[in-house]
């Protein structure tokens, strides 16, 4: 069976506390660095690569044509600072692709 590594990308002060739970983390200052080392853990095969939206949001067609592919997953994660809701529209899509309706947010009534 095989195990795959999970890392993080973004700024230090929004990933540092994902060390502690034995996730790699890559902190960096800029989309270019992100987009550089999302493209080394997909050629590492890492399982997950949790983003947050602050970068994906540069990247987007890039982790469009990842999400494609079985492995990795790329989960959005909010920032330090907030969230700008890409994470949360990921997980709609996804849904709404996996069931074929919205399931999650749609409203009654």
């Known amino acids: ?3 795959y590594k999970t890392a993080v990308i973004g700024d ?3 990933i540092l506390g994902f060390k502690t739970l034995g996730v790699a983390i890559f902190p960096v200052t800029g989309a270019a660095a992100a987009l550089a080392i999302l493209k ?3 050629a590492d095969n890492y399982g997950v ?3 947050t ?3 994906a949001r540069e990247l987007d067609d890039v982790i469009a044509e990842l999400n494609k592919r079985f492995l990795p997953s790329i989960v959005l994660i909010p920032n330090s600072k907030g969230t700008l809701g890409l994470g949360i529209r990921n997980i ?4 709404e692709k996996a069931i074929g309706a919205d399931i ?3 409203k009654e009534g």
Do not use: A, G, Y
């Open 53 to 55: 939206e602050e970068f």
């Open 40 to 42: 080394q853990l997909v």
């Open 12 to 14: 230090k002060d929004s």
């Open 49 to 51: 690569i949790f983003i």
């Open 92 to 95: 709609k899509q996804n849904v």
């Open 1 to 3: 069976m095989s195990s």
């Open 104 to 106: 999650l947010f749609r």
